[in-house]
């Protein structure tokens, strides 16, 4: 059964507003309507996916065969409660319009940890780009290809190790 919301019912509209207005604090500033919503919902550039638990995924700006920008909204406030889950809608949504690539962009105060764990990297910085909290604000761009995404990405622990080889090699002066 496909995610997708293609006409959405009473109960689906109402729900899709509250999550909208739950996840309003971590919205740019021109997006921070209910009528936002309602012309997403009618764009014909924008496609709407449940996810578990009230939560939604935006594919907007969908170029078929090229690349689409992602915004995923929950009622939580901050994470992503299924990332398994979220994963397979976020395939389902690439296979279906043949995208090669997704696209995040978000405030750069906001943590973009979820997002790593659905597959994305980090891909820039770019300052100023958007107004947030009535403010000019710094954005992080986040992107996944078709192939990353379901691939979650782990920090590496490069200090870890750099202190054991620093300790070895001290180790190994200090024995010399």
């Known amino acids: 059964m496909s995610a997708r919301i293609t006409k959405p019912d009473a109960v689906t509209l109402r729900s899709i507003l509250n999550t909208w207005q739950a996840s309003l604090p971590r919205m740019i500033d021109q997006e921070r309507t209910i009528d ?12 709407w996916y449940r996810l578990p638990e009230n939560a939604y995924l935006l594919l907007r700006g969908t170029v078929l065969g090229e690349q689409a920008q992602v915004q995923i909204l929950t009622r939580n406030g901050e994470m992503i409660i299924a990332p398994a889950e979220t994963r397979d809608v976020l395939r389902e949504a690439m296979h279906e319009y043949k995208l090669v690539r997704l696209n995040a962009i978000i405030p750069t105060s906001l943590p973009w940890r979820d997002y790593k ?9 770019v300052r100023k780009c958007m107004q ?17 995404v379901g691939i979650a990405r782990r920090r590496r622990r490069k200090r870890a190790h750099k202190a054991q080889d620093l300790g070895k090699a001290k180790e190994g002066y200090i024995n010399a």
């Not at 936002?36 to 496609?47: E, I, K």
């Not at 764990?117 to 910085?125: D, S």
């Open 117 to 125: 764990l659905l597959g994305f990297r980090h891909e820039g910085h």
């Open 36 to 47: 936002m919503a309602f012309t997403l919902m009618q764009d014909p550039d924008t496609q």
């Open 132 to 148: 947030f909290n009535g403010e000019w604000a710094d954005g992080e761009i986040l992107g996944a290809l078709e192939s990353e």
